[in-house]
């Protein structure tokens, strides 16, 4: 099916926590071409650095990983990072298989609920200036831009007044 003829609704698009087993396609997620040229440290990563990453991150109190999917199939991560008190950076990725279809814009409100679930009260995101997909699902999903430079953007969501149900 074309990215163009399947536009899913937000109910089909799911989020459950990343279990050990989804090691190997976190690496593959994380080494997309697309994914390392959007990042801020775009060098490709080893398997050997990836599984310890992915193994602390499965441990650390101060981080969630979860896997989205789109009718019960893997389509790409979702990250939150705590910062400080209540905050918590959060980071995507959409498998390219199902990129450009509103997945990204519709996990990143889903995202708001869930961080609020789990206590945040405030998201922020760093993206690059010229990532055009990545800003506007943050901006469809509601996210404000706060700053921008020359090399990133910086959009936040205050939870406050999130119904964190559902
Ligand atoms: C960025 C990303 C998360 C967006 O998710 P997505 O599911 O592809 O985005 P959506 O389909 O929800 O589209 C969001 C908006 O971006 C636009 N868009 C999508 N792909 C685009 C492209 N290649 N060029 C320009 N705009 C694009 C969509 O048209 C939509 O805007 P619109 O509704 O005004 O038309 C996803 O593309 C991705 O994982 N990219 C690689 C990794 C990455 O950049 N992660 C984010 C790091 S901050």
Request: proline share 7%.
């Amino acid at each position: 099916m074309s990215p163009e003829s399947f536009r899913p609704p937000a109910s089909v698009c799911r989020l459950r926590p990343a279990r050990p087993e989804d090691r190997d396609r976190f690496w593959e997620w994380r080494n997309d071409p697309d994914v390392r040229r959007y990042s801020f440290h775009p060098e490709p990563i080893s398997l050997s650095i990836h599984e310890r990453w992915f193994t602390q991150s499965l441990r650390s109190p101060h981080r969630q990983l979860y896997v989205i999917e789109v009718d019960s199939a893997p389509a790409g991560s979702l990250r939150f990072d705590a910062k400080g008190e209540g905050e918590a950076e959060i980071s995507i990725v959409i498998a390219s298989g199902f990129r450009g279809m509103g997945v990204g814009a519709a996990v990143l409100k889903q995202a708001q609920k869930l961080a609020a679930t789990l206590g945040y009260k405030r998201l922020f995101a760093r993206v690059k200036v010229e990532n055009i997909p990545s800003r506007r699902a943050f901006e469809k999903a509601g996210f404000q831009l706060i700053d921008q430079d020359h090399v990133a953007c910086l959009y936040e969501a205050e939870l406050t007044g999130v119904c964190p149900a559902g």
